[in-house]
T-cell receptor, first 113, second 114 residues
Framework: GENVEQHPSTLSVQEGDSAVIKCTYSDSASNYFPWYKQELGKRPQLIIDIRSNVGEKKDQRIAVTLNKTAKHFSLHITETQPEDSAVYFCAASTMASYDKVIFGPGTSLSVIP | GAVVSQHPSWVICKSGTSVKIECRSLDFQATTMFWYRQFPKQSLMLMATSNEGSKATYEQGVEKDKFLINHASLTLSTLTVTSAHPEDSSFYIC??????????FGDGTRLSIL
């Protein structure tokens, strides 16, 4: 089955700096890669996703890149703000809405004011 | 956007009792629902996938007799933790998907077994 790895497990950055989280996946059949932000005790919130026919996607301060050949994908947050502090999970799935989503282990991001 | 309601949000009970958690899709038909478990400071681990009207598919290592899943309608799935013990204490989250809807997560249930 699919296995998703994620690095780093913890990340501290100064407010205004950029944060980068990297993930790898194992199943070449995966073609949908969502990123979730989870605040303590709350549900995961989808913040951005990318499909395998696209190499990069950007939404304001957040961008994702995908290297399908290497099975790598990354999340980039620019101009970080304290409210960006949370746990971020990468995940892999197929584009079928009924397919299971496999989560990475998570990255705890702290943005220091 | 689509809404998934999960109930209860918090439950505390004695060891040996059974606990039922409900997951409802409020504005779309959920052909598939997923149940996850999350221990403190860990990731979401998929427990099982349930399709409406059929038996759930459990992930490796998840005891199907311990975690009973019922998905009797297109808007409701339930997870029953039978004979719960302290090691079953965790955050349980459901998600629902169907038709053109991607997975939408419920708010989660924090289960504490004394």
């Amino acid at each position: 089955g699919e296995n998703v790895e994620q690095h780093p497990s913890t990340l501290s950055v100064q407010e205004g700096d950029s944060a980068v989280i990297k993930c790898t996946y194992s199943d070449s059949a995966s073609n949908y890669f969502p990123w979730y932000k989870q605040e303590l005790g709350k549900r995961p919130q989808l913040i951005i996703d990318i499909r395998s026919n696209v190499g990069e996607k950007k939404d304001q301060r957040i961008a994702v890149t995908l290297n399908k050949t290497a099975k790598h994908f990354s999340l980039h947050i620019t101009e970080t703000q304290p409210e960006d502090s949370a746990v971020y999970f990468c995940a892999a799935s197929t584009m079928a809405s009924y397919d299971k989503v496999i989560f990475g282990p998570g990255t705890s991001l702290s943005v220091i004011p | 956007g689509a809404v998934v309601s999960q109930h209860p949000s918090w439950v505390i009970c004695k060891s040996g009792t059974s606990v039922k958690i409900e997951c409802r899709s409020l504005d779309f038909q959920a052909t598939t629902m997923f149940w996850y478990r999350q221990f403190p400071k860990q990731s979401l681990m998929l427990m099982a996938t349930s399709n409406e009207g059929s038996k759930a598919t459990y992930e490796q290592g998840v005891e199907k007799d311990k975690f009973l899943i019922n998905h009797a309608s297109l808007t409701l799935s339930t997870l029953t933790v039978t004979s719960a013990h302290p090691e079953d204490s965790s955050f349980y989250i459901c998600s629902a998907a169907g038709g053109s809807q991607p997975q939408h997560f419920g708010d989660g249930t924090r289960l504490s077994i004394l």
